[in-house]
């Protein structure tokens, strides 16, 4: 059964820390994966860091590939902030929104461009 976002807030706001971040996978169909191939957790950070570390650890043992991560979501409290990809950036926004910003490590303002 696939969580709502309304549900994941719900269920981070019991959690301990500053964040909260929603990791799971979704099935490539490149490769005939049509459902998650990893369970679902919900889990705290004390910091941006912190975040995408659980994000790229998950990503690590579940042995995902990039088909495979829907992008973690993040935020605090009940505001959703952004998501982490693959490659361990984070980002304003829901996984898909090609005008989201780079967001840096140490705090939630996007990040400088060069």
Known sequence: M???L???VQ???RLPGRFWVYLSSVGNPD????APISDPVLKSAESLREVRDLCLAYIEDCNLGGGNWPGGIFGSGRLVLGHVSYNGRLWEGLPGDC????LTLDDA???RQP
Request: charged residues 15%.
């Open 109 to 111: 303002r996007p990040a």
């Open 6 to 8: 309304n549900l994941i």
């Open 31 to 34: 490769y005939n994966q049509y």
């Open 99 to 102: 005008t989201a910003r780079g």
């Open 11 to 13: 269920a981070a706001l």
């Open 2 to 4: 696939k969580l709502t």
